[in-house]
């Protein structure tokens, strides 16, 4: 059992950044692959970005454009998502999920473990 915990989530006008964080509740990050989804109102949840559990891929969805980098620190069992130059229609609840050997899957129903989620709201 995993137990994932994301903070870092807030208020931020558009082009400003924000860091997110996903905490585990063990040493699991050499064996899981984190993912980072969002929802935002009204809409389904979506992929945003994922690092490997070898911590030597990510993969990011397109609409990232090079704006968020998903990176991790073993020693602290984090996961982070810097977000930078934020858009209005990055509104949503951000979500990391974890799946033991993943293979960066952007579909939900392959990680097997989910935080309770963080609000981001970008003014315009």
């Known amino acids: 059992q995993v137990h994932l915990v994301e903070s870092g989530g807030g208020l931020v006008q558009a082009g400003g950044s924000l860091r997110l964080s996903c905490e585990a509740s063990e040493r699991a990050l050499s064996t899981y692959t984190v993912g980072w989804f969002r929802q935002g109102p009204g809409k389904e949840q979506e992929f945003v970005a994922a690092?490997?559990?070898?911590?030597?891929?990510?993969y990011y969805a397109d609409f990232v454009k090079g704006r968020f980098t998903i990176s991790r620190d073993i020693a602290k069992n984090t996961v982070y998502l810097q977000m930078n130059s934020l858009e209005p229609e990055d509104t949503a609840v951000y979500y990391c999920?974890?799946?033991?050997?993943?293979?960066?899957?952007?579909?939900?129903?392959?990680?097997?473990?989910w935080g309770q989620g963080t609000q981001v709201t970008v003014s315009s």
């Open positions: 690092i490997h559990w070898s911590g030597s891929r990510t």
């Open positions: 999920a974890a799946d033991r050997f993943g293979d960066m899957s952007k579909f939900t129903d392959e990680y097997d473990y």
